[in-house]
């Protein structure tokens, strides 16, 4: 079984930063990819960022803003959020893909911009 523990999220002031980290513990033997994903009131489930290999890729409302990077010796993805808007305002979710495509949540955490 593989754990996800999320944590960095809060809230922040429009313009400010965030960054979210994201640690796996537990039978990982691969990991395959890692990603952020998001989930804002009434919405659903959204990329935000990717991570397989030594390729990124993110959605369109993130980039130049956000920047995904991994710490492969920890287990751990980190979401560096800069120039934050309210528009980003939701509860944002870690995922793993690990052990032949197993596929692993984070138990979300909560990022709040206030204008």
């Known amino acids: 079984q593989v754990q996800l523990v999320e944590s960095g999220g809060g809230l922040v002031q429009a313009g400010g930063s965030l960054r979210l980290s994201c640690a796996a513990t537990?039978?990982?033997?691969?990991?395959?990819?890692m990603g952020w994903y998001r989930q804002a009131p009434g919405k659903q489930r959204e990329l935000v960022a990717e991570?397989?290999?030594?390729?990124?890729n993110y959605a369109d409302s993130v980039k130049g803003r956000f920047t995904i990077s991994r710490d492969n010796a920890k287990n751990t993805v980190y979401l560096q959020m800069n120039t934050l808007k309210s528009d980003v305002t939701a509860v944002y979710y870690c995922?793993?893909?690990?052990?032949?495509?197993?596929?692993?949540w984070g138990q979300g955490t909560q990022v709040t911009v206030s204008s």
């Open positions: 995922q793993f893909v690990v052990n032949l495509l197993r596929t692993y």
């Open positions: 537990g039978s990982i033997f691969s990991i395959n990819a």
């Open positions: 991570i397989s290999g030594g390729r990124t």
